[in-house]
C-alpha cells in the first residue's frame, strides 16, 4: 500500500458525460501528479500540483482540468468525454522539497470506460 | 521534447535466468526511477537514482544511473514467477520550479517456471 488513495476505482459513462476523479496523497506530500493510461500503453503525465498551485504541464487535453484543494487532495475533470478517453488514471504523490527528484508513489488507479 | 526508448519491449524467460532491461536518451535527466506495473495497479517504485554513476541494489534487483546522465539499467537476477509485470523506467529533469518526469513505454517481463 502506497499511502496514496484514489475514488472510484472503477467509472463506467457515455460520451459527452463528466466525471471526476479524487486522489488523496500521501500523508505529507505536498505534490501531486496525474497520469493517463490507455490499453497497453506506458505513463502519459498530464499534470502536477505542489501545494495547491499547478507546477508542471504535460500532454493535458483542453477537456481536461484538475485542482489540488486546501487539504491537498486532488480533484481531475474530465469533460465531453470520448471512446478514446478510456484509461487507467493514476495519481502519485511525492514529497515536493526535493531539490534533484521527486520520487513518486502512485495509487491504485481509476479505471474510466466510456461507453 | 525529452523522450525515452526502453528496451527490451517484452521478455520471455526461465525462471532462474537473470534478466536486464534499459532505458536510454538523448536529453540528460536528473534522476532515475524504476517501476514495476501488475496488471489493473498502479506501478511500485523499485530503486531511485539521483546521481551519475549511482549503482542502488534492492533485494535481487540492481539499477545504475548512466555515467552520461542519458541511460539507465535494471538487473534482476534469478527470477521467479513473480517478477512476471511491466517494468517501467521514468526520467526527471528540472521544469519551472519543479520537475518532470518522462515514462519509458515499458518492458513487459514473463516468466517460465
Known amino acids: 500500500d502506497s499511502g496514496v488513495t484514489q475514488t472510484p476505482k472503477h467509472l463506467i459513462t457515455a460520451t459527452g458525460q463528466r466525471v471526476t476523479l479524487r486522489c488523496s496523497p500521501r500523508s505529507g506530500d505536498l505534490s501531486v501528479y496525474w497520469y493517463q493510461q490507455s490499453l497497453d500503453q506506458g505513463l502519459q503525465f498530464l499534470i502536477q500540483?505542489?501545494?495547491?498551485?499547478?507546477?508542471a504541464k504535460g500532454n493535458i487535453l483542453e477537456r481536461f482540468s484538475a485542482q489540488q484543494f486546501p487539504d491537498l487532495h486532488s480533484e481531475l475533470n474530465l469533460s465531453s468525454l470520448e471512446l478514446g478517453d478510456s484509461a487507467l488514471y493514476f495519481c502519485?504523490?511525492?514529497?515536493?522539497?526535493?531539490?534533484?527528484?521527486?520520487?513518486?508513489?502512485f495509487g491504485p488507479g481509476t479505471r474510466l470506460l466510456v461507453l | 521534447g525529452q523522450q525515452l526508448n526502453q528496451s527490451p519491449q517484452s521478455m520471455f524467460i526461465q525462471e532462474g535466468e537473470d534478466v536486464s532491461m534499459n532505458c536510454t536518451s538523448s536529453?540528460?535527466?536528473?534522476?532515475w526511477l524504476w517501476y514495476k506495473q501488475d496488471p489493473g495497479e498502479g506501478p511500485v517504485l523499485l530503486i531511485a537514482l539521483y546521481k551519475a554513476g549511482e549503482l542502488t541494489s534492492n533485494g535481487r534487483l540492481t539499477a545504475q544511473f548512466g555515467i552520461t546522465r542519458k541511460d539507465s539499467f535494471l538487473n534482476i537476477s534469478a527470477s521467479i514467477p513473480s517478477d512476471v509485470g511491466i517494468y517501467f523506467c521514468?526520467?526527471?529533469?528540472?521544469?519551472?520550479?519543479?520537475?518532470?518526469?518522462?515514462f519509458g513505454a515499458g518492458t513487459r517481463l514473463f516468466v517460465k517456471a
Open positions: 521514468a526520467g526527471q529533469f528540472p521544469n519551472t520550479g519543479g520537475f518532470k518526469t518522462i
Open positions: 536529453s540528460i535527466f536528473n534522476t
Open positions: 500540483y505542489y501545494n495547491g498551485e499547478e507546477r
Open positions: 502519485a504523490s511525492s514529497l515536493g522539497t526535493s531539490g534533484h527528484g521527486e520520487t513518486q508513489y
